[in-house]
């Protein structure tokens, strides 16, 4: 019999990645997804369309605490990955109450539906917590490991900090196999625009192709260990697959500014990012997170966890993608304009 997982948050970048690591390890595999006037499925649309689709969406939200415990009853998964959140941090300043209903309660009501299933079936199953390399915040030791105290700088921040002890309370409290995984910052060309990285990568692309003048960002000082998506939900899995549940920082021990991508990604275009980046005042946030660097031997030496992919084919990945799609929306915009000339002659 095939495992069955349940995931939240599926249709973000890291949700697409482990579905199709999942499936490819013959999972039976469900995805939690919010209610909305838009799809917003593109980036699993290959796993849930065709014909013989193999991922199962749900509609849920971590808001309703009675919605989760009949989901998981239906599905009786034997492992539930949570990725859902309001994950910008950014905006956590503008939306504070809302980050932390989802990111931090929104844990608590997952967690208890857990439980209630658990203690009705007898049946374990096993959950994973998205954690985040944003709890240290204003960092108190550096490398950042298992062990450093969190000192949040965001209402996200904060958020996660609940979310991460919470897991481990109920893991102490009531013998679940709950694992915390501390990821600190991974891209991939599926990462959401608004998010540095993607900001960059996408702004460089319609730069290079005419369709964009200007790149407008905040801190280019800011110092972040970068690593691959697909490989940090490797991470994921590994973890529940111990005999014993634990808490693991997932991270590349290497330090790389804003700056530096920055300089990667026109630099890859043949471009200089100097001429076309400026500092918009408004992307600063309240509190500044400065440097972020994370120590992942225990997940190196006790999950076997090995990432494949670099910086440097990071940041060329997800330009060499975004490359693509700017030619996309050129062509695009070439075909737009050239319809009502068309037109115009035929009459």
Request: charged share 25%; glycine share 8%; net charge negative.
């Amino acid at each position: 019999m095939s495992k069955r997982a349940l995931i939240t948050g599926v249709t973000g970048q890291d949700g697409s990645y482990l579905a199709e690591l999942l499936l490819a390890k013959g999972y039976e595999v469900h995805g939690l997804r919010r209610r909305s006037s838009t799809f917003g499925t593109e980036r699993v649309e290959h796993l849930i369309f065709g014909d013989s689709p193999s991922l199962q969406l749900h509609y849920g939200d971590l808001s309703d605490g009675n919605g989760l415990v009949r989901l998981i009853r239906e599905i009786r998964p034997h492992e539930v990955y949570n990725l859902a959140a309001q994950s910008h941090v950014r905006v956590s300043f503008d939306q504070p109450a809302y980050t932390a209903d989802t990111t931090a309660v929104g844990v608590l009501r997952l967690l208890e539906a857990i439980r209630d299933v658990q203690d009705d079936t007898g049946e374990q199953i096993r959950f994973y917590q998205a954690s985040s390399s944003e709890m240290f915040g204003k960092v108190v030791e550096t490398p950042q490991r298992e062990t450093t105290p969190f000192y949040p700088r965001s209402p996200y921040g904060v958020a996660k900090v609940y979310a991460h002890w919470i897991t481990v309370n109920y893991r102490e409290s009531y013998d679940l196999h709950a694992s915390c995984g501390i990821l600190f910052n991974h891209e991939s060309p599926r990462r959401g625009e608004t998010f540095v990285t993607r900001k960059i990568t996408r702004a460089a692309t319609r730069i290079k192709l005419g369709l964009q003048e200007k790149l407008y960002l905040g801190n280019l000082d800011a110092k972040r260990d970068w690593g691959f998506a697909g490989d940090y939900v490797e991470a994921m899995w590994l973890m529940l697959q111990q005999d014993r549940a634990d808490d693991y920082v997932v991270a590349m021990n290497e330090l790389h500014t804003v700056r530096e991508f920055c300089e990667l990604s026109f630099g890859r275009l043949g471009l200089d990012y100097q001429d076309f980046v400026e500092i918009d005042p408004r992307y600063f946030r309240p509190a500044e997170v400065d440097l972020l660097l994370g120590d992942a031997a225990k997940a190196r030496d006790g999950l076997g966890w090995r990432p494949r992919v670099g910086f440097q084919e990071l940041v060329a990945m997800m330009v060499d993608e975004d490359l693509e799609s700017a030619r996309r929306e050129q062509a695009l915009g070439a075909a737009t304009v050239a319809l009502p000339a068309q037109r115009r002659m035929a009459a």
